[in-house]
């Protein structure tokens, strides 16, 4: 089982950024994708997911009319297109597969499957 994201790099405050994430080793369909971050100093947060079979997505209101997520099923990708980024979005961003009942929650210990993480610098 692999999550590949990538994307990550540094971009001036108002920037953007889309993330990707491979999967393989798994069903895709199987199961509801998720982006989460981890800022330095804090706790890794859920911040937006995807029902891959419907497209259904779903934000936390700290990203939400800022960032969109998109899947491409038959290239197993689930992409993070990140705009008016600021200084607080600033993190290591990881995707992650858990099942569909918790992609609303995107609690950490309901995930499944957890990728790499790919680092998001944000300059003022």
């Known amino acids: 089982v692999q999550l590949q994201a990538s994307g990550g790099g540094l971009v001036q405050a108002g920037g953007s950024l889309r993330l990707s994430c491979v999967a393989s080793?798994?069903?895709?369909?199987?199961?509801?994708i998720g982006w989460f971050r981890q800022a330095p100093g804090k706790v890794r947060e859920g911040i937006t997911s995807?029902?891959?079979?419907?497209?259904?997505?779903y934000y936390r209101k700290s990203i939400e009319g800022r960032f969109t997520i998109s899947s491409d099923n038959a290239k197993n990708t689930v992409y993070l297109q990140m705009n008016s980024l600021t200084p607080d979005d600033t993190a290591v961003y990881y995707c992650?597969?858990?099942?569909?009942?918790?992609?609303?929650?995107?609690?950490?210990?309901?995930?499944?499957?957890w990728g790499k993480g790919t680092l998001v610098t944000v300059s003022s």
């Open positions: 080793g798994f069903t895709f369909t199987d199961y509801a």
């Open positions: 995807i029902d891959v079979i419907d497209g259904t997505p």
């Open positions: 992650a597969a858990l099942r569909s009942r918790y992609r609303l929650t995107l609690t950490l210990n309901r995930v499944d499957y």
